[in-house]
């Protein structure tokens, strides 16, 4: 049936439904595909879309007129613009520069705690350790104020 639905450029689905019909009369196969193709001819609509859908792939372009190139074009273009309505409408969409206002804010809020809270929480800490020491107590006190700004970020979601 999937050799079938490529010879006639048909889904798979679509062949499934077809061998289900009352009025297919080739069985389970195997398919002429020919006879098929006349089969279809006689007894299936014709995609009213089809010229679109092979213009969009750049099936036959050439064929449509210019008006209908056009009017394939404005198709294709509202159909694009009622998609970001509905996406906007469902929230899908943020406004970017709000996005990265917000995101700068966050950035400063978070340097400045911790330009704030290292030197002072750290300073009479870190005379006369070993190094390795020093950066560990960096380490977690930085990833201490992080976890507390994600908090925050978790809560005001």
Same mark, same amino acid.
């Given at each position: 049936?999937?050799?079938?639905?490529?010879?006639?450029?048909?889904?798979?689905?679509?062949?499934?439904?077809?061998?289900?019909?009352?009025?297919?009369?080739?069985?389970?196969?195997?398919?002429?595909?020919?006879?098929?193709?006349?089969?279809?001819?006689?007894?299936?609509?014709?995609?009213?879309?089809?010229?679109?859908?092979?213009?969009?792939?750049?099936?036959?372009?050439? *064929? /449509? $007129?210019?008006?209908?190139?056009? @009017? #394939?074009?404005?198709?294709? !273009?509202?159909?694009?613009?009622? %998609? =970001?309505?509905?996406?906007?409408?469902?929230?899908?969409?943020?406004?970017?520069?709000?996005?990265?206002?917000?995101?700068?804010?966050?950035?400063?809020?978070?340097?400045?705690?911790?330009?704030?809270?290292?030197?002072? *929480? /750290? $300073?009479?800490?870190?005379?006369? @350790? #070993?190094?390795?020491?020093? !950066?560990?107590?960096?380490?977690? %006190? =930085?990833?201490?104020?992080?976890?507390?700004?994600?908090?925050?970020?978790?809560?005001?979601?």
């Amino acid at each position: 049936m999937r050799a079938l639905g490529r010879a006639v450029g048909r889904s798979l689905s679509a062949v499934r439904k077809w061998t289900n019909r009352r009025d297919w009369p080739f069985g389970k196969g195997p398919f002429n595909v020919g006879e098929v193709r006349d089969w279809m001819r006689l007894h299936l609509k014709r995609d009213p879309a089809q010229r679109y859908h092979d213009a969009q792939q750049g099936i036959g372009a050439q *064929a /449509l $007129s210019q008006v209908e190139q056009a @009017r #394939a074009f404005n198709f294709a !273009e509202s159909a694009m613009i009622r %998609r =970001l309505k509905r996406e906007q409408l469902q929230g899908k969409l943020h406004n970017v520069e709000e996005c990265r206002a917000r995101r700068r804010r966050q950035i400063l809020t978070v340097r400045n705690a911790l330009t704030r809270a290292l030197p002072r *929480a /750290l $300073s009479a800490e870190l005379v006369g @350790r #070993a190094r390795g020491d020093m !950066e560990r107590m960096i380490r977690d %006190r =930085l990833v201490s104020v992080c976890d507390a700004f994600g908090e925050e970020d978790d809560v005001n979601k």
